[in-house]
T-cell receptor, first 115, second 111 residues
Framework: EAGVAQSPRYKIIEKRQSVAFWCNPI?????LYWYQQILGQGPKLLIQ????????DSQLPKDRFSAERLKGVDSTLKIQPAKLEDSAVYLCASSLESASNYEQYFGPGTRLTVT | GDSVTQMEGPVTLSEEAFLTINCTYTATGYPSLFWYVQYPGEGLQLLLK?????DKGSNKGFEATYRKETTSFHLEKGSVQVSDSAVYFC??????????FGAGTRLFVKA
């Protein structure tokens, strides 16, 4: 089966610019996650969708980050305006359901550099 | 709050050496525990998991045992290969929606 697809793979922007990332999960997976992975740290959950509804966005900086999952399939994550501290790898993952025993499948990530 | 602490890297080993990567956790309730691996240029992949105390997860020669009394889930492999060079992440989920990851341990295996 096809894995989780993400684009772009790399992005360089200046601070205060905006940027958007796209994710297409594995077909049939109801749950979609966006993580932020800062260099040297583990992934930190930004937002989790169950179908097209948000189930956890407690760590999403809502003043600058937004995400949507229209029609319960692919998703976009946007940053506007970007700050230097947003430089990180943004990982998308999906799973069949949201229960803890369901494996999460990760995409290759988008490496964002804010200058 | 819930947290995962794993040994700092990098860990450098020669091929066929024994590997241990320590992981301890703090959690309310009874978490499921995971090890994920990230090969260069790729996304994270689930390596193994354990869902209750004393369970042993295993895959590709790697093992980890869920030790509730020591709140640990150490990763071991008897004989590492160059192809095992990667970053290894310990993680937990307490049955809620959030998976908490450790900071990762980078492993280098020399031929």
């Amino acid at each position: 089966e096809a894995g989780v697809a993400q684009s772009p793979r790399y992005k360089i922007i200046e601070k205060r610019q905006s940027v958007a990332f796209w994710c297409n999960p594995i077909s049939g997976h109801a749950t979609l996650y966006w993580y932020q992975q800062i260099l040297g740290q583990g992934p930190k959950l930004l937002i989790q969708f169950q179908n097209n509804g948000v189930v956890d966005d407690s760590q999403l900086p809502k003043d600058r980050f937004s995400a949507e999952r229209l029609k319960g399939v692919d998703s976009t994550l946007k940053i506007q305006p970007a700050k230097l501290e947003d430089s990180a790898v943004y990982l998308c993952a999906s799973s069949l359901e949201s229960a803890s025993n369901y494996e999460q499948y990760f995409g290759p990530g988008t490496r964002l550099t804010v200058t | 709050g819930d947290s995962v602490t794993q040994m700092e890297g990098p860990v450098t080993l020669s091929e066929e050496a024994f590997l241990t990567i320590n992981c301890t956790y703090t959690a309310t309730g009874y978490p499921s525990l995971f090890w994920y691996v990230q090969y260069p240029g790729e996304g994270l992949q689930l390596l193994l998991k354990a869902t209750k105390a004393d369970d042993k997860g295993s895959n590709k020669g790697f093992e980890a045992t869920y030790r509730k009394e020591t709140t640990s889930f150490h990763l071991e492999k008897g004989s590492v290969q160059v192809s095992d060079s990667a970053v290894y992440f310990c993680a937990l989920n307490t049955g809620g929606f959030k998976t908490i990851f450790g900071a990762g341990t980078r492993l280098f295996v020399k031929a």
